[in-house]
C-alpha cells in the first residue's frame, strides 16, 4: 500500500510541472526569441514555402532546362542565362536573402524587356505573319499580340510573386549576400 502510495504522490507532483512548462510555452509572446535566435513566429513562417514561389520555381527550371536541351553550342549567351537561372532556383530554395534581391531583379529586366518587345520587333525586316507552332501533328497559328499578351501577364505575375509578402517572409534574413555558401 505504501508503495501505491508514493507512485500517486509522485505523478501528482510531476502533472502541475507539466501543466506549468505547457502553460509557459502557450503564454510566450509573438517575438519570443527561440532556438538559434530566431522568434517564434520566423520558425513558423520558414517552415512553409510560398505555392506561388514553388509555382514559379519549377516554371524557371523547365524553361531553363528546355532550353540547355534546344540551345546549340555555338550560342554560349543563352548556355549561360540557362546555367544562371538554374543557380537562381538553387539559391531561393536556400532561402538565402541574396536570391530575393536576384528574384525581384530578374522579374523587373523580364517586365522591362517583354514592354519594350512590341517596339523591338515592329520593324520592317520582321514577317508579319501570324506565328505558328507546331507539335507533331498538331498546329496553332497565333498572332503577335497574343505573345506579347501572355509574356506582359508573365512578367507581372513574377513581379508580384517577388514582391508579395509571404515570399519575402520565407527567406533567412541574417545570411550574408554570398548565394554559394
Do not use: H
Amino acid at each position: 500500500m505504501s508503495d501505491n502510495k508514493l507512485e500517486v504522490t509522485a505523478s501528482a507532483q510531476q502533472q502541475p510541472s507539466q501543466q506549468r512548462s505547457t502553460q509557459k510555452e502557450s503564454e510566450l509572446p509573438e517575438n519570443a526569441q527561440v532556438a538559434n535566435g530566431q522568434s517564434a513566429n520566423e520558425q513558423i513562417s520558414l517552415a512553409r514555402f510560398p505555392k506561388r514561389l514553388l509555382i514559379l520555381m519549377v516554371v524557371y527550371i523547365l524553361t531553363s532546362v528546355s532550353g540547355l536541351l534546344a540551345s546549340d553550342t555555338s550560342n554560349k549567351q543563352s548556355l549561360l542565362f540557362c546555367v544562371l537561372t538554374l543557380m537562381l532556383v538553387a539559391a531561393v530554395f536556400g532561402r538565402q536573402k541574396a536570391a530575393l534581391y536576384m528574384l525581384r531583379g530578374y522579374a523587373v529586366v523580364q517586365m522591362a524587356f517583354y514592354s519594350m518587345l512590341p517596339l523591338l520587333m515592329s520593324g520592317d525586316a520582321t514577317p508579319r505573319e501570324p506565328t505558328r507552332f507546331e507539335v507533331g501533328q498538331y498546329f496553332i497559328e497565333l498572332g503577335d499580340w497574343f505573345i506579347y499578351g501572355l509574356l506582359f501577364a508573365l512578367g507581372l505575375w513574377q513581379l508580384w510573386v517577388g514582391f508579395s509578402k509571404s515570399v519575402a517572409n520565407c527567406f533567412v534574413r541574417k545570411v550574408n549576400m554570398n548565394i554559394l555558401s
